[in-house]
């Protein structure tokens, strides 16, 4: 089972600023990584997938990089809906699996 | 607009069963594949099991493997999940998921769960 490891537990950051999450994987998935994005009480919502393709309908302040094991979600300025917790997730190998989570949370 | 509706969630006792269903609405159903996700209270999101959009392909985690059988009616627009042997760590919320279309094991529709809680 491949091990999704996300870095840090809690990013502690202002609107407007620039938010960096790291997924790190425990063998190499390719570019077959995506991001989810969810808010309490709701379902998450895919935001990218093969590493850096926005998903349908997702702002062009989300983009994601990465390859082989070490990949990066960045939010380039943060909104005020933009607090949330983000998940890797994936899809290389199954069984499918997603990483710890990063929670986004207002300074 | 694409509609997941999940039932069927409630408490059980530890040994119990209990079957899942997620009712689809708004796409193609039998042409896509599905998958069932579930978050324990306060924790992450965890894969449980996929079908393929014909029912020939399904994968488990080792978690629920022998325990756990994930079917579908693409008559009905229906998913299931039928749980047998559940244990107090299955309690958890549990989400009906589509694959997204285009690319494989990705899911862009969540239903917004069913809460199983195993518990004596």
């Known amino acids: 089972e491949i091990v999704l490891t996300q870095s840090p537990a809690t990013l502690s950051l202002s609107p407007g600023e620039r938010a960096t999450l790291s997924c790190r994987a425990s063998?190499?998935?390719?570019?077959?990584l995506g991001w989810y994005q969810q808010k309490p009480g709701q379902a998450p919502r895919l935001l990218i997938y093969d590493a850096s393709n926005r998903a349908t309908g997702i702002p062009a302040r989300f983009s994601g990089s990465g390859s082989g094991t070490d990949f990066t979600l960045t939010i380039s300025s943060l909104e005020p809906e933009d607090f949330a917790v983000y998940y890797c997730q994936q899809r290389n190998n199954w069984p499918l699996t997603f990483g710890g989570g990063t929670k986004v949370e207002i300074k | 607009e694409v509609q997941l509706v999940e039932s069927g969630g409630g408490l059980v006792q530890p040994g119990g069963s209990l079957r899942l269903s997620c009712a689809a609405s708004g796409f193609t159903f039998s042409t896509y594949r599905m998958n069932w996700v579930r978050q324990a209270p306060g924790k992450g999101l965890e894969w449980v099991a996929y079908i393929d959009s014909s029912s020939g392909s399904v994968h488990y985690a080792d978690s629920v493997k022998g325990r756990v059988t994930i079917s579908r009616d693409n008559v009905k627009n229906s998913l299931s999940l039928q749980m047998n042997s559940l244990r107090d760590e299955d309690s958890a919320v549990y989400f009906c998921?589509?694959?997204?279309?285009?690319?494989?094991?990705?899911?862009?529709?969540w239903g917004q769960g069913a809460l199983v809680t195993v518990s004596s």
């Open positions: 063998q190499s998935v390719g570019v077959y």
């Open positions: 998921a589509r694959e997204a279309g285009g690319c494989c094991h990705y899911l862009d529709y």
